[in-house]
């Protein structure tokens, strides 16, 4: 019989437990050479992270390519003690918002939005989950779908008509296009959810028109989330609460009025019938949608509905202006498609090739949402061999994407031509043009948006030619962005127009 080594089973114990340490070591150094490296991106402080580079004059979108165009276009930064990753070209967009959406489609929570949205129960700023998926579907079949805009129009015509019956009465004169046009996509935007113009609109929009200017700020609370005191001294979070308060007073007033008023037809619903409708039919259901829940509706329909338009339609008129052939072109096509009829309206829209084309272009060079909305990564993950840890913001640059060379002929020049025979389009599936985003998060207002911004385009030009005032040259006009929520032109526009047609 052999003779066992007493030791032989504490020799085995020890190497089995040496290999396992030593294999664990090779691991931990190769997840550390592979998995947990970061995406390149600028030094950092203690405490501030990249703070001291941002802070500067520069806007954020622009800002944002100079760094990616030197540190690549995954690039890391850490603001505060937050960590977020900058998107800055289609590949790496088409990474983050279709092979990777799941883990992308979270929204940070940020302090004032967190009270604007009811603690992100609304959709721009609800967390991915169940009640987000509920409020969305509510807003793309019921709200926003073709039908439903297409319900819309006598509302929209009759809004634009309005329009150019102002402006025909200061014809030869300066006119301020950017208040008109902002009153008009508002009275659109209040008739569609409201019905009749209200006797509550007229508090209801110059507060939501604050509140826009609140959450364009950065806010350093949100940059610290550990420190909660930095919430309680912030006095933007007070004068935030109590917008929200009166906001929400307004809302349920409207709510309340069009309760008490039983509608039995269905040809003039507005938004807030329709959110009734819901309401009633899903009483008992598992997800009831509350009052809260309608009234962040609402103001989604208005904080991401009207500004968004306005500023698209006063970048177009912009860049037509400073391109006189483009207006030219423009003006020639509405012309040849509307002189039968004299009159312009949305039944033969479709057939202004051009128009559409100097839409897509002006969205290209002015995405009116440059950074998109914020998102967060849900898990960590890895993206082009890099890793991006859990809770990392993510902004996805579709301004310096629309102006990647490698994509586009002539980046910096507006020419709508590049879209007439081009199948590339904002649905989001074309990741080098990206102005409404994509995936899970992207907008579902496209439908609602886009007759909003091309009657009133076509009609502007069908019934106006438009000159600069003081004798200024189309190559002076000023086209400096202003960065809040969206970006739009710092100066307002102010043209001259003369009448081509009535
Ligand atoms: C030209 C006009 C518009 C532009 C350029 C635009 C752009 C955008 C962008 C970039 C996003 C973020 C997408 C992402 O995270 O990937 C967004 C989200 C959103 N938009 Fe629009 N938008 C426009 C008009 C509208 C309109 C008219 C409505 C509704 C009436 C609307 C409702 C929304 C909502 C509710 C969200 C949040 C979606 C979510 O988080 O699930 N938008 N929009």
């Known amino acids: 019989m052999e003779l066992q080594n007493p030791f032989s089973n504490i020799i085995f114990i020890l190497s089995f437990l040496i290999l396992l340490v030593l294999f664990k070591i090779v691991q931990r150094w190769s997840f550390n050479n592979s998995t947990t490296k970061l995406p390149p991106g600028p030094w950092k402080l203690p405490l501030i992270g990249n703070l001291h580079q941002i802070i500067s004059r520069s806007l ?42 799941l883990n992308f489609c979270d929204r940070p929570n940020l302090l004032l939005s967190n009270i604007y949205s009811y603690n992100a129960t609304d959709i721009a700023f609800a967390a991915y989950g169940e009640h987000w ?141 329709v959110l009734l409708k819901i309401q009633q039919e899903n009483y008992h259901s598992e997800h009831p949608l509350t009052d809260d829940n309608m009234k962040s509706i609402i103001q989604d329909m208005f904080l991401a509905g009207t500004e968004t338009s306005s500023q698209v339609l ?33 039944t033969e829209l479709h057939q202004l090739i051009y128009l559409k084309s100097v839409i897509k272009e002006t969205l290209r060079l002015h995405p009116v949402a440059p950074l998109l909305v914020p998102r967060e990564s ?26 990647d060379s490698r994509y586009w002929v002539e980046a910096e020049s507006f020419k709508p031509e590049r879209f007439v025979n081009s199948p590339i389009d904002f649905k989001g599936t074309d990741f080098e043009f990206i102005p409404f985003g994509a995936g899970r998060r992207m907008c579902p207002g496209i439908s609602f948006a886009i007759p909003n911004v091309e009657l009133p385009l076509a009609k502007l030009l069908y019934h106006f030619d438009w000159k600069l005032p003081n004798g200024m040259s189309h190559q002076e006009l000023d086209m400096t962005e202003f960065f809040g929520i969206t970006v739009g032109r710092k100066h307002d526009l102010c043209l001259i127009p003369t009448t081509r047609r009535l």
């Open 60 to 101: 954020p979108h622009h800002l944002f390519k100079i760094l990616a165009d030197k540190y690549g276009p995954l690039m890391h930064l850490k603001l505060g003690e937050v960590p977020y990753v900058i998107v800055s070209s289609p590949e790496i967009a088409k990474e983050i918002m279709k092979t990777h959406d």
């Open 133 to 273: 998926r509920q409020l969305r579907k509510i807003c793309v079949i019921e709200l926003l779908s073709a039908k439903r805009v297409q319900s819309f129009r006598s509302i929209r015509e009759d809004e634009v008509s309005n329009l150019v019956k102002s402006i025909t009465a200061s014809e030869g004169s300066v006119v301020n296009l950017t208040r008109k046009i902002f009153s008009m996509t508002n009275g659109i935007t209040a008739r569609a959810a409201f019905g009749k113009r209200n006797r509550h609109q007229d508090v209801f929009i110059p507060a939501l028109e604050k509140v826009v200017v609140l959450l364009g700020r950065f806010e350093i609370a949100d940059l610290y989330p550990s420190i909660k005191l930095l919430q309680w001294m912030t006095r933007e979070k007070t004068k935030m609460e109590k917008l929200h308060t009166e906001i929400d007073m307004i809302a349920q007033d409207i709510i309340d009025d069009h309760r008490s008023i039983h509608k039995e037809a269905s040809n003039d619903e507005d938004l807030v019938d």
């Open 314 to 346: 006063l970048w177009a008129m912009s860049e037509m202006v400073k391109n006189p052939k483009v207006m030219e072109e423009a003006q020639d096509e509405v012309s040849r498609v509307f002189d039968k009829k004299e009159y312009v309206d949305e």
């Open 378 to 403: 849900r898990e960590r993950c890895q993206i082009n061999g890099y890793e991006i840890p859990a809770k990392t913001r993510v902004m996805v640059n579709a301004w310096a994407i629309g102006r």
